[in-house]
């Protein structure tokens, strides 16, 4: 497997303001009215990122699944620089161009992906998930392992259990209980997808553990070349 070296992206934005014009303009584009892919079938691909804030370095794994086996079909990795600071509601600007270039660098279709983090659950709206299925064109959707500042009343022990997400009076995603007595995740649409259609997707994903598989193999792969990147 190789290792992409990403670039930041020429005219990419460096302050708040720029990022949350760039958010307002994408946002328009989210497409929120298909179901998207059946679970258990085609592939699914998990992306995560890894970051070394000391070197100014950030690595991101896509790891492909089948999503009937959850077998990897393939694997691949970017690493670059951070490309904007850390500010809370603004993180996929840190992640995007290394999330992107490790998605391009895959030798197999990725299907459906899926995003540790945000979609709809964000206070903007559009969280990871949802930017990257915009520049993507993919169904994505974003499973994130805390409630951000949403509010959701907990879901019965049992697998599969669920409940809301809530801004206010609106549903922005759902915790789903993925195993019986653990914490819950946090599942929102990101792009072509529907909530029912992302919730079912995880609960195949996750067969064994709280988080998705998809999840579970792009942390460890990401982490590993961060790793390789800041001590190789």
Not at 7 to 29: F, H, K, N, S, Y
Not at 160 to 185: H, N, W, Y
């Amino acid at each position: 497997m190789t290792t992409t070296t990403v670039r930041i992206p020429e005219g990419w934005p460096t302050t708040e303001e720029q990022a949350r014009a760039v958010q307002d303009e994408l946002r328009r584009r989210v497409v929120l009215d298909e179901p998207g892919p059946p679970p258990g079938t085609g592939h699914v691909t998990g992306v995560d990122v890894a970051y070394d804030d000391e070197r100014d370095v950030v690595a991101a794994a896509a790891v492909v699944l089948d999503a009937a086996t959850l077998d990897v079909v393939a694997e691949a990795t970017a690493v670059g620089r951070i490309s904007f600071p850390y500010v809370p509601g603004l993180l996929a600007f840190r992640e995007i161009p290394t999330v992107l270039a490790a998605l391009d660098a895959l030798p197999s279709p990725p299907g459906l992906v899926v995003c540790d983090g945000y979609g709809l659950a964000h206070p903007r709206r559009f969280g990871l998930a949802s930017h990257l299925g915009v520049l993507t064109g993919l169904p994505t959707i974003g499973v994130a392992k805390n409630p951000f500042t949403f509010t959701h009343a907990d879901p019965a022990p049992a697998r599969g259990s669920s409940s809301p997400l809530l801004a206010g009076d609106e549903e922005v995603g759902r915790a789903l209980r993925t195993q019986e007595g653990i914490k819950p995740v946090y599942v929102s649409v990101g792009h072509r997808v529907d909530l029912d259609t992302a919730c079912a997707h995880v609960l195949r994903l996750s067969p064994r553990y709280r988080l998705p598989e998809s999840t579970r193999h792009a942390d460890v792969l990401c982490r590993r070349a961060l790793r390789e990147a800041t001590t190789g």
